[in-house]
């Protein structure tokens, strides 16, 4: 399959959803488990986040070379110092990378 990452990063996190009968919240890569939210990365490099996104409490990573999902509370993650996206309702996106 050929596509753009953004839309590889779409189906597979439509894919994710479906499997483990989770929810979106709205049109980001975000569910909802447990009551909390969580962001959805695709990654082929290094495990990391391009959009968590402030109201987030966890990050599904899953790496295509691997074949594997990883999973991350936000307290193990770094987040960079500035907004690598800000909505248009004001919500901001980092940078995140797990720090272990």
Do not use: H
């Amino acid at each position: 399959m050929s596509m753009g990452n953004n839309n590889l990063s779409r189906v597979l996190f439509k894919e994710y959803l479906e499997a483990n009968n989770l929810k979106a919240d709205g049109k980001r890569n975000v569910f909802f488990r447990d009551g909390k939210k969580i962001a959805f990365s695709v990654t082929e490099d290094k495990i990391q986040c391009r959009q968590f996104y402030e109201d987030c409490l966890g990050l599904v990573c899953y790496d295509i070379k691997e074949n594997e999902y990883y999973e991350f509370d936000r307290s193990d993650l770094i987040l960079s110092d500035t907004p690598s996206r800000i909505s248009p309702t004001g919500l901001k996106a980092y940078n995140a990378y797990p720090w272990r």
